[in-house]
């Protein structure tokens, strides 16, 4: 039984559990619990809100009930009669905070989440592409930290486990890297211990490309080769390929590890040929970008292939190479979008070079400004000629075309019509940073997130 209590200014009432729960430790949820022989729901609800926030409470309607195959949790509205919010007299727990629902804890239980996005559903008439976006990836990390990162112990032999699992959780959110291969796998240990080595090589190939761009900061966090030192993190990498090819031999198996050790050396081209190559093309620029993050594409179909899932897993690995192409695209327009131009100070050729290429018609010409990157006022120049041809927009436009014929592929793949939903959604994240901001403002993304909400959590319903 768990408890939805709003404040005055319409925050939520959440508990964060004691790192000892063996369950939720560190995790926020709501106030719950079980209920005791001869106790009804309301009864059971009404002591355990007092055992665990001192407050005496009125139960409500009921607002949504979460299936698992082993057990369930309502969830009601509540309000306060009596008493004053303190933990002090609950051991298992270590603080009580109200959150506005939109801003609600990365670490906060599935099953806490769940239920409150279920009520701001339902008390709205429009949900923005932010709102959506920000749901979306909410729900992502929720199901990341009750459910998987528990499976990192599983690699506990990785040397660099440690700063991986600390770049992990400092990165906020964006955990569908592990998530995606889970929700679409049977959720059993094994498919946990597949989903939680995509995040971890995400992790490795992020660190590296982090170090190769003297990245300082990524996310408003400080990278990694800056919190524990240049020649640690370049030390950690120089061993962590045979170390991780080890361990991935022990656990999963010797096919899964040279898969993966055959993809980390065709990152390791890729990201070469991104910092020294002068491609012919954008299509050719974007196909390199493929192999800079294959090793995720193998490590999705593999969770699959492991709950015997062997069409929809080879299905994934393609869909994922598609999307790698449009990752790279907006990683580019971010870049431009902003004003940054990371790429370009550093002599990278992007997208947005060969788009200005294109506009003036002299390739040459572009190649010349970037091979002086370095130089007074060089950033200054470029920018105007960005301006100058409306390069934002034409780059804006094509990942919108990029996303929209992902969103359809998504449709067609060989997998169940929610695990399309969920994927759809995971791509519809991006409208948010790629739609012209009062579009992005006005257009309601109710329907869509709802249907996301739905598949995503039918698709749970296999949580044990």
Same mark, same amino acid.
């Given at each position: =039984? ?48 007092? /055992? ?8 409500? $309607? ?7 195959? @082993? ?16 933990? /002090? ?5 270590? #603080? *009580? ?27 709205? +008439? ?44 400092? @990165? ?14 049977? =959720? ?21 490309? %982090? ?9 408003? @966090?400080?990278?990694?080769?800056? $919190? ?36 980390? =050396? ?12 002068? &491609?012919? +093309?954008?299509?050719?620029?974007? /196909? ?23 069409? *929809? ?9 598609? @999307?790698?192409? &449009?990752?790279?695209?907006?990683? +580019?327009?971010?870049?431009? $979008?902003?004003?940054?131009?990371? %790429? ?23 190649? #010349? ?30 990942? =919108? ?19 399309? +939903? ?33 598949? &995503? /959590? ?7």
């Amino acid at each position: =039984m768990g408890g939805l209590l709003f404040d005055s200014a319409g925050r939520i009432l959440l508990v964060k559990r004691a790192t000892t729960d063996p369950q939720m430790g560190g995790l926020w949820s709501l106030p719950a619990g079980g209920i005791e022989n001869g106790e009804s729901s309301e009864e059971a609800l009404i002591r355990e809100f007092h /055992e665990e926030t001192a407050l005496t409470i009125e139960v409500g $309607r009921a607002v949504a009930v979460i299936r698992r195959p @082993t057990w369930q949790v309502a969830t009601y509205e509540v309000t306060v009669t009596d008493g004053s919010l303190s933990v /002090e007299q609950e051991s298992d727990l270590v #603080e *009580a905070r109200y959150f506005p629902i939109e801003d609600l804890p990365e670490q906060t239980v599935l099953e806490a989440r769940v239920p409150i996005l279920s009520w701001w559903l339902a008390s709205r +008439d429009s949900v923005t592409a932010e709102q959506h976006s920000r749901a979306v990836d909410g729900l992502f990390s929720s199901l990341f930290y009750s459910y998987l990162y528990n499976s990192l112990e599983e690699f506990s032999d990785f040397d660099l486990l440690p700063i991986l699992r600390w770049h992990i959780t400092r @990165t906020p959110w964006r955990k569908f890297k592990s998530s995606i291969p889970f929700l679409l796998s049977d =959720m059993g240990r094994e498919a946990g211990q597949h989903a939680v080595l995509a995040e971890l090589l995400f992790s490795l190939w992020t660190i590296l490309d %982090d170090l190769s761009d003297d990245r300082q900061q990524r996310y408003g @966090t400080e990278t990694a080769h800056v $919190r524990f030192g240049r020649a640690r993190i370049i030390n950690g990498l120089f061993g962590a390929i045979e170390s991780l090819h080890k361990v991935i031999r022990e656990r999963l198996g010797q096919e899964l590890a040279q898969d993966i050790l055959h993809a980390l =050396m065709t990152c390791r081209a890729g990201q070469a040929a991104r910092l020294m190559t002068r &491609f012919s +093309d954008a299509n050719a620029y974007l /196909e390199a970008s493929v192999d800079r993050t294959r090793f995720l594409g193998v490590s999705w179909r593999a969770c699959l292939r492991a709950a015997g899932r062997w069409p *929809a897993g080879d299905a994934l690995y393609k869909f994922h190479c598609r @999307t790698a192409r &449009f990752g790279q695209l907006l990683n +580019d327009y971010f870049d431009l $979008r902003t004003g940054t131009l990371q %790429d370009f100070k550093q002599g990278v050729y992007s997208y947005y070079a060969f788009r200005l290429a294109v506009k003036v018609d002299d390739k040459q010409s572009v190649d #010349e400004l970037w091979s002086r990157h370095d130089e007074k006022n060089a950033v200054d120049d470029v920018r105007h000629l960005l301006e100058q041809h409306d390069v934002t927009e034409t780059v804006r436009g094509d990942a =919108m075309t990029m996303l929209e014929t992902l969103i359809s592929a998504a449709r067609e793949l060989l997998v169940s019509p929610d695990e399309q +939903d969920v994927l759809i959604g995971w791509l519809e994240q991006s409208l948010f940073n790629t739609l012209p901001p009062s579009q992005a403002a006005e257009l309601n993304y109710k329907p869509e997130f709802t249907r996301f909400l739905d598949s &995503f /959590e039918r698709l749970c319903a296999k949580l044990a």
